[in-house]
């Protein structure tokens, strides 16, 4: 009777397990589905913005939002696996210039320097079905002014001649909300310790964003600098 209750609940627990993961593995599977829904020209480039307002646009849980906003890049636009590792770094807070730490879900590492560099992050309040909650996003100044706006970007994704268009991508502020900061929260000393003195968001990063715009090739290479700068 033991040796049947114990097989029971190993079988149980596997079962779970696979449950769980199927049930993570669903999120990715809806965006792989929905992507000509969210790029009907099929140009993502540079376009985590639309990603996000896809996700938000929903009827779903806190839970379910975070979950999704794993699953791309907030730079390249490229889907993310789901078993990918973010990068822990901060970003300046729009409004006051304070660093702002937590977990960047990136395709490639020289995404995360160029989030660094190029976005600020602002707080944003939103009702769930399962209530108000607030977090902190990774936003870039309305860029439909631009003599060289990028050409490899879809324009008519984020503007709407010279204003955001709030149909394509969600506008926190005359600003456009390009991805979610995943815990984010105020720095303290150690987190910008080390941020600085890790290998990539520092050193690597720090060689990145001091090299010239042209010399870039990595990652998006100068897309998204050119659509956020």
Not at 16 to 45: C, G, M, V
């Amino acid at each position: 009777m033991k040796k049947f209750l114990n097989l029971s609940l190993i079988i149980f627990l596997i079962l779970f397990q696979l449950k769980s993961f199927a049930e993570e593995k669903n999120y990715h599977k809806e965006l792989i589905t929905d992507w000509s829904r969210i790029f009907p020209d099929q140009n993502r480039n540079a376009a985590g913005p639309k990603f996000f307002k896809y996700i938000i646009d929903k009827k779903i849980t806190y839970k379910d939002f975070v979950e999704f906003n794993k699953l791309y890049c907030a730079v390249s636009g490229s889907l993310i696996d789901p078993n990918s590792e973010p990068d822990f770094l901060f970003v300046n807070e729009s409004d006051t210039n304070t660093k702002i730490c937590g977990n960047y879900y990136k395709c490639c590492i020289p995404c995360s320097c160029d989030i660094m560099k190029y976005s600020k992050v602002q707080k944003m309040k939103y009702k769930f079905v399962d209530g108000i909650r607030e977090f902190f996003v990774f936003t870039i100044k309305n860029p439909c002014n631009k003599k060289d706006f990028p050409n490899r970007v879809n324009k008519d994704y984020f503007c709407d001649g010279k204003k955001i268009n709030d149909k394509q991508v969600y506008n926190l502020n005359d600003r456009i909300v390009i991805g979610l900061l995943h815990d984010g929260r105020r720095c303290n000393k150690d987190d910008i310790d080390y941020v600085k003195s890790h290998q990539v968001t520092g050193r690597y990063c720090e060689l990145r964003n001091n090299t010239p715009l042209e010399n870039l090739d990595a990652g998006m290479g100068d897309i998204f600098i050119k659509l956020a700068r």
